[in-house]
T-cell receptor, first 117, second 109 residues
Framework: GAVVSQHPSRVICKSGTSVKIECRSL??????MFWYRQFPKQSLMLMAT?????????EQGVEKDKFLINHASLTLSTLTVTSAHPEDSSFYIC?????????????FGPGTRLTVL | SQQGEEDPQALSIQEGENATMNCSYK?????LQWYRQNSGRGLVHLNL?????REKHSGRLRVTLDTSKKSSSLLITASRAADTASYFC?????????FGTGTRLKVLA
């Protein structure tokens, strides 16, 4: 199946710093990618939809100035957590549907665990 | 919230028994998918069932979909200790996926 990678897999940072997480589709082009956040023992919550060549679409309650998304190319989307605080500590997962929409299987990255001290 | 509900929240069974997990959703869907997540890891795709399908089989997995009741079920037959994980349904509307609350399955050897 299609492969989606994320980097880094784990990051620890100090409060107030910014952290960038990369999501790459390795063997297909993705015009759309999705970013999710997962707190311990909870489900995945969609944060935003990343669109290549246009602005991301954020879900209600997600601060777009805090979670900056850039879909720089057809294989790369980045999520930057700006001025991170301990409450931003979470597991961040991206996904991409090879067909570009939601009519087929999504492929997920392995996730990035962010710990903010 | 559009988040789907899954039940049970947690399930503990003996190896060899069957495990059934249910997912209820709230909107019209294009398709519904089931994923497995081992602790602290990414998601593994198990199955996709489209809105015009009622049942799909894959190995020890059986997925059903009842669009009239807005519900789906995942059945794992002859469970193994390695099936211990969290299981999530995710359903698609027009442009995004919404995840269910998840079921934590523990299979005891």
């Amino acid at each position: 199946g299609a492969v989606v990678s994320q980097h880094p897999s784990r990051v620890i940072c100090k409060s107030g710093t910014s952290v960038k997480i990369e999501c790459r589709s390795l063997d297909f082009q993705a015009t759309t990618m999705f970013w999710y956040r997962q707190f311990p023992k909870q489900s995945l919550m969609l944060m935003a939809t990343s669109n290549e060549g246009s602005k991301a679409t954020y879900e209600q309650g997600v601060e777009k100035d805090k979670f900056l998304i850039n879909h720089a190319s057809l294989t790369l989307s980045t999520l930057t957590v700006t001025s991170a605080h301990p409450e931003d500590s979470s597991f961040y997962i991206c996904s991409a549907p090879p067909t570009g929409g939601v009519t087929d299987t999504q492929y997920f990255g392995p996730g990035t665990r962010l710990t903010v001290l | 919230s559009q988040q789907g509900e899954e039940d049970p929240q947690a399930l503990s069974i003996q190896e060899g028994e069957n495990a059934t997990m249910n997912c209820s959703y709230k909107t019209s869907i294009n398709n519904l998918q089931w994923y497995r997540q081992n602790s602290g890891r990414g998601l593994v795709h198990l199955n996709l069932i489209r809105s015009n399908e009622r049942e799909k089989h894959s190995g020890r997995l059986r997925v059903t979909l009842d669009t009239s009741k807005k519900s789906s079920s995942l059945l794992i037959t002859a469970s193994r200790a390695a099936d211990t994980a969290s299981y999530f349904c995710a359903y698609s509307g027009t442009y995004k996926y919404i995840f269910g609350t998840g079921t934590r399955l523990k299979v005891l050897a």
